[in-house]
């Protein structure tokens, strides 16, 4: 029996020693030498929520791969945990966290940017290119502000006997955008459209053209004819909403905040069957309490188009 446990123990060891080199193996090889690039644009949906907590959305963030790079539109909690998950377990090898490198942010406000710092922290040491961040003017100080937090961390480890590669400190170089096109390199244009999010400015969109998709995403804004002209006949419109149903629950100060900072599920109707994409992805949810399934039908009801509501790591 003594013998019997001895070699299952064993047995056990080696097979988890067997899976821990095949695990770091297929982390190099996911962050090493990745495979040939696909020319087909994929949008993979790394975060569906909102600022209120939620066990089975991440905060917003929205990827678009195309030519072995990952263009990543915001970073709410928990997106770099799904684009681990997004890489190792569907495969989608240009979400791996060390080979983002390309992050374009809508606006400021917290829900959008909360895993920034984890993104700049995640194997931080290995030797890699800094991460080209576009957005708003304030990122700057956000940006300096995150370098001054994460730099206990980094002295202690370039101290350490850890054999750390990278020798920079500065992981990050900020491009400050206006309306217009921001980026245009390896096949892939990227423009911001101005949009309204309350009195919060400036608060945008984008417009990311490859050669075989145009995608928009509305970014956070009440109903908006930019986004509109933007977005017509585009392969797909990714637009924030907000229910009805749940909206006439809260009170008239908070009703009245929601409104001028968000889209109702009627307004997102109008703004597509205006634009008419090919598709129209519902995200970014302020559910307020009601069903998912009933903001869903509010905007079906209104609009003839195809529309789907976004869950966290979907594809299109």
Not at 175 to 193: C, E, T, W, Y
Not at 266 to 283: C, D, E, I, N
Request: hydrophobic share 40%.
């Amino acid at each position: 029996m003594t013998r019997f446990i001895i070699t299952t123990f064993l047995c056990f060891g080696i097979l988890c020693s067997a899976q821990g080199m095949e695990g770091a193996a297929a982390e190099l090889k996911k962050v090493d030498t990745p495979k040939p690039a696909s020319q087909k644009t994929r949008v993979v949906m790394l975060g569906t929520g909102t600022p209120v907590p939620d066990p089975a959305r991440a905060g917003p963030s929205v990827a678009v791969i195309y030519g072995g790079q990952s263009y990543v539109f915001d970073l709410g909690a928990g997106t770099v945990r799904n684009a681990v998950i997004a890489s190792q377990k569907l495969g989608i090898e240009e979400l791996f966290p060390t080979r983002i490198k390309h992050l374009f942010f809508t606006h400021i406000h917290s829900d959008h940017t909360a895993d920034l710092s984890e993104l700049v922290q995640t194997l931080w040491f290995r030797e890699q290119p800094n991460i080209q961040l576009y957005g708003p003017k304030e990122f700057q100080t956000i940006v300096d502000g995150l370098r001054l937090m994460v730099s206990p961390d980094v002295e202690a480890r370039m101290k350490s006997i850890q054999p750390v590669k990278r020798k920079e400190r500065s992981f990050i170089d900020v491009h400050v955008i206006r309306p217009g096109l921001v980026f245009d390199q390896n096949g892939v244009k990227i423009s911001a459209f101005l949009v309204d999010h309350g009195d919060l400015v400036p608060s945008y969109g984008y417009k990311i053209v490859t050669p075989d998709k145009t995608i928009v995403l509305s970014g956070d804004t009440t109903y908006n004819e930019n986004v509109i002209e933007q977005a017509k006949g585009a392969d797909i419109l990714l637009h924030e909403v907000m229910s009805e149903e749940g909206l006439s629950r809260l009170s008239e100060g908070w009703q009245k905040y929601h409104h001028a900072y968000h889209s109702t599920s009627g307004q997102v109707a109008k703004v597509a069957s205006m634009a008419k994409p090919k598709l129209l992805v519902l995200y970014h949810v302020l559910f307020f309490g009601a069903s998912e399934n009933s903001v869903l039908q509010e905007v079906k009801s209104r609009y003839s188009g195809t529309v789907v509501l976004a869950k966290d790591l979907d594809e299109f």
